[in-house]
């Protein structure tokens, strides 16, 4: 039997190749991603004869959830089984709730940001992080990557027009797998799709610095943010490994020349940990770093899981290495710990 090809991975130049005319790849672009239909024989617009010949080429159906969980605070952790019974986990951070008014008239829209995979497990083998302990599996595909999104918005009920963030930031290092997560940025901002601007969509990085220059060449719009976590490399290559291979001179040198909007920034997120990289001087030695980049750290509170190595840090020491960076004029905040009551480390809830 022929396998079914997944329609969430390609493109609408590449769907025109087998389809003609543009209108209709455009119509079954619209029925996917603005009506959130899953149904060929559904897309009324479309000739019967067409809508069975793509039911019995394609599919759009590249994972399936078979588990998730809510948090006191909304946030939710789904556990998502691919076509191979390899699983993967995605998460919805609601920003801001819907506001209405005394009359019941809605004043402004509920904000969300997705957080997705890019791959099964990870190679990058960071000390604190729990997908790294499985190792890498494989690459997620261009489909399976948008597919997490579609089915979160689809579930949430969404509406399309409702833009959403994306940050590539859950399991796997997303520029190891480069090719299938810039056609999933592609793809995700077709205006006959979700219409997502690459301006919403930020890739997070562990500081590949050749694939953020390969990246930065690509010039999809993309915002980028750097997991830095230490501000030496003797400490950085204990946590990250993978800073063996690039350095954090590679890195900075490689942020420099990443091409971004004037009006945005790139992106440092810092893991605190307790008794590690928590001190004073890490703060000191960190705006020396950041010196000449339009930079923004993001301070996260290290969320600790079953046979972890580090403790949480105290969040007064979380507030004078804040203020230290923000006396010294880089933008700092630190990030609110989301679903702590949850299995919110990644790869926690796929652990259990």
């Known amino acids: 039997m022929k396998k079914l090809v997944d329609i969430l991975d390609l493109l609408p130049e590449e769907l025109e190749e ?97 957080c997705v995979s890019s791959q099964v497990g990870c190679k990058s083998g ?21 597919g997490q999104i579609l089915w979160i918005k689809k579930h949430h009920q969404i509406p399309y027009e409702r833009r959403v963030n994306i940050v590539y930031m859950g399991m796997g290092e997303p520029l190891d797998n480069l090719k299938n997560v810039a056609k999933a940025v592609k793809i995700l901002s077709q205006n ?35 997991s830095l976590h230490a501000v030496n490399d003797a400490l950085r290559s204990e946590l990250m490994p993978i800073n ?18 004037t009006r945005k920034r790139v992106m440092f997120e810092y893991l605190l940990i307790d008794g590690i990289n928590d001190k004073i001087e890490h703060a000191k030695e960190l705006v020396k770093l950041l010196n000449g980049i339009n930079a923004k750290v993001n301070l996260i509170l290290f969320n600790p899981h079953q046979d972890s190595l580090y403790r949480r840090p105290s969040f007064e020491n979380a507030l004078k ?23 919110a480390a990644c790869g926690q809830l796929k652990e259990k």
């Open 244 to 261: 063996k291979a690039y350095n954090i001179a590679s890195i900075m040198q490689a942020v420099r020349e990443f091409p971004i909007d």
């Open 321 to 343: 290495f804040q203020d230290l960076l923000s006396n010294k004029g880089v933008i700092c905040t630190i990030r609110e710990s989301r679903g702590l009551d949850i299995s």
């Open 192 to 226: 006959e799709g979700l219409a997502i601007s690459p301006r919403r969509q930020t890739i997070s990085t562990s500081g590949l610095a050749k694939q953020i220059k390969e990246l930065g060449e690509m010039n999809l719009g993309v915002l980028l943010a750097i």
């Open 18 to 114: 087998k389809i003609k005319p543009m209108f209709r790849v455009k119509q079954i672009y619209q029925w996917i991603y603005q009506k959130y239909v899953d149904d060929f024989f559904q897309m009324s617009s479309l000739p019967k004869s067409l809508r069975k010949n793509l039911a019995k080429t394609y599919h759009f159906s590249p994972l399936k959830c078979i588990k998730f969980e809510q948090s006191k605070d909304k946030s939710v952790k789904y556990l998502f089984e691919l076509e191979d019974g390899l699983k993967i986990e995605s998460v919805l951070l609601p920003m801001k709730e819907e506001k209405f008014d005394a009359r019941g008239k809605r004043i402004s829209y509920a904000k969300y940001t997705i």
């Open 126 to 146: 960071c000390s604190f992080c729990l997908t790294a302990k499985g190792g890498l599996k494989r690459d997620l595909s261009a489909g399976e990557i948008v």
